[in-house]
Structure formats: structure tokens, C-alpha cells
């Protein structure tokens, strides 16, 4: 546990993927899993006498991403030459941003109790991704060997770096999930962390009680690239314990890199920032500056989607419980699934709930996703619009939706193929319910001695009769009647 004599302070750089066609500067197919090397040219090679040409397409996505993150995007911003020696670098720099990035000062709200708190973003750049070493053994110390891929050298990513605004692992992890869902919503990368399209660095460093200096002045340590949400997490909190430790035994937190061991679920040394980390930026020569065009911009703002903050505060409007609004937004397609039955009906409560039940549990059994349903939006409206009129239960409803389901056709066609029309007629329930009470005097003269379970059996005995296709409603109002009327 941490001491009270310190505060935690966690700031995260997140790199992402951009789903393009090609990389970002040739016309390499930027693709995950193929044959090593095989998506290579020239250009993303490094050989002399190339130029990079700016893919157009990621500069649309970076800036999606950047005004969804309510970034300050700039109209002149440039690219830079981040030098350092790696095998997977082959040029030996890597084409990033840096003084002059293109969005700036934005924020990811997360919740924060009842209340939302905002994580800055400090700023968000453009930069091309290393490729990849294959090392043969368990890691780089006791591998055979290493061998270089370099497909995925060039592909376009865009870093966000947030300002040092969470105080624990829960926060990261909110702040992770929630980037994650508002890139989600754009569409502009894969976000798959385990095949690296989304990537983690996790600052933490501890705050003395009293301390009065800069927050970047405090030594800090930077766990790189841990492949999930969960271990961003695990890693914070062991580094929180590691640090408090050393302190409370009056040691020094020494500024370094640190790996995080998945299996141990601990971090480790990898080299102390002391050492270099002089990337000798200067400005890219073979690129003129990146202008954005107002008019341009003011389109691309045009065209960003709701975000998840806007659907919570629909949804709840509508009415919907938070925790359903919260499953609901955290997945762009169901997002999409419910958008769409909006159009033909005002009950978002029922349509939410059979989403997140029946609908949910059918998808999962068919490893399905909201945008892949055999039953679309409106087949989902129409076979609740019989329940509500009375045509079928709820119980029916769920045989109808399997059907659906196996077949892809219409609730009508179930209805009618089962039989199901619920029998809702009163003339023709009133016949069976005297029968019932006449074969079952003990138990009326229970309920009227004040025994209200049998009130049930009497129902259960109209279900049994009609089998199943009374109308229960219906049931309850007429035998209410008939005991009533008979009593007097
Ligand atoms: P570097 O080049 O060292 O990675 P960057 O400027 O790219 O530096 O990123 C710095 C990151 O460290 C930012 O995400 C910032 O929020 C975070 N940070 C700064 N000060 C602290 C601190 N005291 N504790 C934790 N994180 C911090
Ligand atoms: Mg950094
Ligand atoms: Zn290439």
C-alpha cells in the first residue's frame, strides 16, 4: 500500500496504428501478418536517394483523431528526423514531429465517481513506425539470434501524449479504455493491443507530500510497451509499490526504462535514463511543412461521429439506466445497432434490454459482433412491437428471436409459423376461467381467506389449459374479476 506521504502520478504516450491502405510515406501495403519483408520498398527500406511522399489519408485520420480528442489542431505544423541507432531502423532516424505536432491541448473525460474528470492531452503527432525484430529464444538476452521485419516500418501512427493528470491505475485504465473507445467510434485503427496497432507507455513517478517543484522535475519511470489495458494497470501498481518501498527505506527513485514481465507481473530495469537519449531532432528536409486548410478542417470537424461522451448523455436522456448506457457505449457497433432502431421506435428501455440479454448472448454463441446480426435493427423493433400489442409474450418472444435468429427471417413469419398468436380475447378466456374456479373451490376459498399465493396456482391452471397462449395479462384481470364478482 501507498503511504499517504505520497501521491501518485501517472502520465501515459500512446501510439496508434492508422488504418490506411499504404504506409506513410510510400505506397506499401500497410497490412498486419503477412510474410516478413514482403510489404517493402525502397522508400520504408531507407535506401539512398529516395523521398518520402505524405500519405493524405493519414493526415485525415491523425486529425480525426486529434479533433476527437478536442485537440487544437495547427494549420502549419512539420515533420523531424528523430535520430538513434536500432536494427529495426534502417534509415537510422524515424520521421516524426517535434516541436511543431499538429493537434495539441485536448482531453479524454473520464468518471470519475459521479463526476467527470478531464486528462489533458498534451499533444498528439504524426510518425512513422520501426519494424519489427524477430528474436529467436525467449527475449533479446538469450535469443540465438534476431531477424528483421520491415513491414511494419513506415506504417503511420499517431502519438497521444497526456499530461501527468492520473493519480492511480484505475485512472490509466479508464483513461486507456476511453481513448480506446472514442478511436473506436472514428475507425481510424485496429486498437488491437496484442498485435501492437495500439501501444502503452506508462510514466509513473510519486509525489512527496509538500513537494512544491515542476512535476516533470520528479524522477520518474517509464514502463514501455505493455501489450494490455489490464497489464498497464498491473504494471502501475506494482511500480507504485516498488517506489514506495524504496523511498520509505530513504532511497532514491533513479529515472529509467523499465520492461513489465507479464508472467511475474513485475517490472524490471532496462536502462537508466541518465544515459543519452539525445535524439539530435532536426527538421525533415525531403518534406515541406504540413498545411491544413480551414475549410478543410472545418469539413473534417463536420464529419466526426457522436462521440461516447455525446451517446451517454443521449442515452440517459432517453432514460436508460447508466450501467446499461455504459455496456452500451463501450462498442461502437452496438452504438450503431441501437441508432438504428431509434428510427422505428420511442422504447429505447426495451430495445436496450433485449439487446444486452438475448440479442447479446445469440451474437456471442455465433462469435457475431451488433454489425454482423441475422436480425437487423428493424426485425428487432418489429418482433418487440408484438409484444406490446399484446400478440405474444415475453417467453414467446425469445423462442421467436432463436427462430429469427437460425433463419434470418421476420418475427410475422414466426409468429404465424409457431402458432403463437397470444389469445387475448376476452370472450374467449372468460369460459375457461369459471371452469378453473369451479374445479378448484379449496384453493379460491383460500385466496379469498387472504392467501395470495393462490392467486398464482389459478393462473398457473389458465396457462396450463390454453398452453401457454393465454395472454397473462389478460388471465389476471379476468380471474381478478371472477373472484371478486363471485364473492359478492
Ligand atoms: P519522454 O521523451 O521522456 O518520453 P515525453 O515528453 O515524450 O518525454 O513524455 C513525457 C510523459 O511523461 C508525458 O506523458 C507526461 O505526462 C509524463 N510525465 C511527466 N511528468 C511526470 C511525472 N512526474 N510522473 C509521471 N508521469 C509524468
Ligand atoms: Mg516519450
Ligand atoms: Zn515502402
Known sequence: MVDEAYRVVVGLEVHVELKTRTKLFCRCVNAFGSAPNTQ???????LPGVLPVLNRNAVYLAVKAGMALHCTIRSVSKFDRKQY???????????????????EWG?????????????????????????????IGQNLKEAEGSL?????????????VSEPDMGSAEEARRYLTELRTILSYL????????????????????????????????????????????????????????QAARLS???????????????????YSQRS????????????????????????????????????EAWRERLRDLG?????????????????????????????RAVSSWMLSDMLRLLNERGLGFDQSPVSPKDLVDLLGFIADGKISGRMAKEVLDKMFESGESAAVWVKRLGMAQITDDSLLRGQVAEVLAEHGKVVADYRAGKERAFGFLVGQMMKRTQGQASPEVVNRLLKEALEFDAQ
Not at 524515424?94 to 511543431?100: E, K, R, V
Not at 507507455?201 to 505493455?226: C, F, H, I, W
Not at 446499461?324 to 428510427?343: I, K, P
Open 85 to 103: 541507432f536500432y536494427p529495426d531502423l534502417p534509415k537510422a532516424y524515424q520521421i516524426s514531429q517535434y516541436d511543431l505536432p499538429f493537434a
Open 320 to 348: 436508460l439506466a447508466s450501467q446499461d448506457v455504459e455496456v452500451l457505449v463501450q462498442d461502437r457497433v452496438q452504438v450503431a445497432f441501437l441508432s438504428e432502431t431509434l428510427s422505428f421506435t420511442d422504447d429505447v
Open 273 to 308: 535514463k541518465e544515459e543519452a537519449n539525445d535524439y539530435r531532432y532536426f527538421p525533415e528536409p525531403d518534406l515541406p511543412p504540413l498545411v491544413l486548410d480551414e475549410s478543410w478542417l472545418t469539413e473534417v470537424q463536420a464529419s466526426l461521429p457522436l462521440l461516447p
Open 107 to 135: 482531453f479524454v473525460p473520464i468518471a470519475d465517481g459521479a463526476e467527470v474528470k478531464r486528462i489533458r492531452i498534451r499533444r498528439v503527432h504524426m510518425e512513422e513506425d520501426a519494424g519489427k525484430l524477430n528474436h
Open 187 to 242: 475507425d481510424v485503427s485496429d486498437l488491437r493491443m496484442e498485435e501492437g496497432s495500439m501501444r502503452c507507455d506508462a510514466n509513473v513517478s510519486l509525489k512527496p507530500r509538500g513537494y512544491q517543484g515542476s512535476l516533470e522535475d520528479l524522477p520518474r519511470v517509464e514502463v514501455k510497451n505493455v501489450n494490455s489495458i489490464r497489464n498497464v494497470g498491473r504494471a502501475i501498481e506494482y511500480e507504485i509499490e516498488r
Open 40 to 46: 517493402t520498398c525502397p522508400v520504408c527500406l531507407g
Open 148 to 160: 528483421v521485419d520491415l513491414n511494419r516500418a513506415g506504417v503511420p501512427l499517431i502519438e497521444i
Open 249 to 267: 527505506q530513504g532511497e532514491r527513485i533513479i529515472k529509467e526504462t523499465r520492461g513489465f514481465d507479464d508472467g511475474r507481473g513485475r517490472t
